[in-house]
C-alpha cells in the first residue's frame, strides 16, 4: 500500500477513536506469537522473530500517532533463556540489528529508548550498542520507549529488595512509592492498559507490581500481523472499561462530590 494511503488512514483512525476518550498514557505489549507465525508459514522460528522485529516500526509510529506517551515493548523475558541456544542467539542477534536500523529514526522523531532488565547478562558489543542508544536518545522529548529485554518481574522486585537494604532504608520508610522509585520503571507510570498478542491470558511475569490495576487486553492476533486495526480495537476496548482502583462507579463519586 502506498505510504500516504496508510498515514491518512492513521490519521481518520486517530480522530474517530480520539472521540472516545480517554486514551491510555502507558501501553505496555506482550509481543507474543513470532514462533507461531513462523511454524504456520512452514518457516523456522526465527524468520517469525524477524517478521515480529519489523513490526515494531510500524506499531511505535501508531502509537505516537496516537500521542501515547509511555509505550514499553516485551522482548525477551529472563525465562527466554530456557529457549534452544539457537533460538537465543537469533534473538540477541536480531536485537543487535534492530538497534543499528533502527537508532537514528527513533531519534529523529524525539523518542526516548529505555531499557527495562538486566543488562550484565548480555554480550558485551550488546550491551555498548544499548548503551549508545540510551545516551542517544536520552534528553529527547517525545514518546518514552522502553524495551523489556531480558526483564522478569520477579528478579526486578528482587533487585529492588536488594538495594534498598544495602542503601540502608529503614523499614518504616519503605512505602509503596520509595519502593516503585527502585524498580527498573522509576519515573514512568504504571501502565493503563496491557495489551498481548498470541492469545494467551497472562502476564508470563512482565510488569507484575505495576499491572496491579492495569486494564488488560489479550488478542488471537500473533504479534508480526498486529497493525493499526488490531491497535483501534484495543484502544476502543480500552475506552469502554470502567477503572475503579477497588473504589467505587465514577458517576456514585461525583454524585457523592
Ligand atoms: C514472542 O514470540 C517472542 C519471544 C518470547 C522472544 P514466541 O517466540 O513466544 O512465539 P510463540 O509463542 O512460540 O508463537
Ligand atoms: C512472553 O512470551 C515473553 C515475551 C513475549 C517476551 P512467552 O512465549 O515466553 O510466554 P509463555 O512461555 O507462553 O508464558
Ligand atoms: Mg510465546
Same mark, same amino acid.
Request: net charge neutral; aromatic share 10%.
Given at each position: ?44 522460528? *526465527? ?5 515480529? =522485529?519489523? #513490526?515494531? %516500526? !510500524?506499531?511505535? @509510529?501508531?502509537? $505516537? ?5 509511555? *509505550? ?5 523475558? =529472563?525465562? #527466554?533463556? %530456557? !529457549?534452544?541456544? @539457537?533460538?537465543? $542467539? ?12 533502527? =537508532?537514528?529514526?527513533?531519534? !529523529? ?149
Amino acid at each position: 500500500m502506498q505510504r500516504w494511503w496508510v498515514v491518512a488512514g492513521l490519521r481518520a483512525a486517530v480522530s474517530s477513536v480520539k472521540k472516545i476518550f480517554p486514551l491510555p498514557k502507558h501501553v505496555a505489549i506482550i509481543m507474543d506469537g513470532n514462533g507461531r507465525w513462523a511454524e504456520k508459514r512452514g518457516l523456522p522460528r *526465527l524468520i517469525g522473530h524477524r517478521a515480529g =522485529t519489523d #513490526n515494531v %516500526r !510500524r506499531v511505535v @509510529e501508531c502509537f $505516537d500517532a496516537y500521542q501515547v506517551k509511555y *509505550l514499553t515493548l516485551y522482548a525477551f523475558s =529472563t525465562e #527466554n533463556w %530456557r !529457549r534452544p541456544g @539457537e533460538e537465543v $542467539d537469533g534473538l540477541l542477534r536480531i536485537l543487535a540489528e534492530m538497534i543499528d536500523r533502527e =537508532t537514528r529514526e527513533l531519534h !529523529r522523531r524525539g523518542a526516548k529508548l529505555r531499557h527495562l532488565g538486566r543488562i550484565d547478562g548480555l554480550p558485551p558489543l550488546l550491551q555498548d550498542k544499548v548503551q549508545e542508544a540510551l545516551e542517544m536518545t536520552k534528553n529527547n522529548p517525545g514518546m518514552v520507549l522502553n524495551i523489556a529485554f531480558d526483564y522478569g518481574g520477579r528478579a526486578e522486585i528482587l533487585e529492588a529488595v536488594r538495594r534498598i537494604i544495602q542503601d540502608g532504608i529503614p523499614s518504616e520508610e519503605i512505602t509503596e512509592s520509595v519502593f516503585s522509585s527502585y524498580l527498573y520503571t522509576a519515573d514512568v507510570p504504571e501502565p493503563d492498559l496491557v495489551i498481548r498478542t498470541g492469545g494467551e491470558i497472562r502476564l508470563s511475569n512482565f510488569l507484575i507490581w505495576q499491572t496491579a490495576y492495569s486494564e488488560f487486553y489479550s488478542t488471537s492476533t500473533l504479534w508480526p500481523d498486529f497493525g493499526e486495526k488490531e491497535i483501534e480495537e484495543a484502544l476502543v476496548a480500552y475506552s469502554q472499561r470502567e477503572r475503579r482502583f477497588g473504589g467505587l462507579k465514577a458517576e456514585g463519586e461525583a454524585r457523592e462530590g
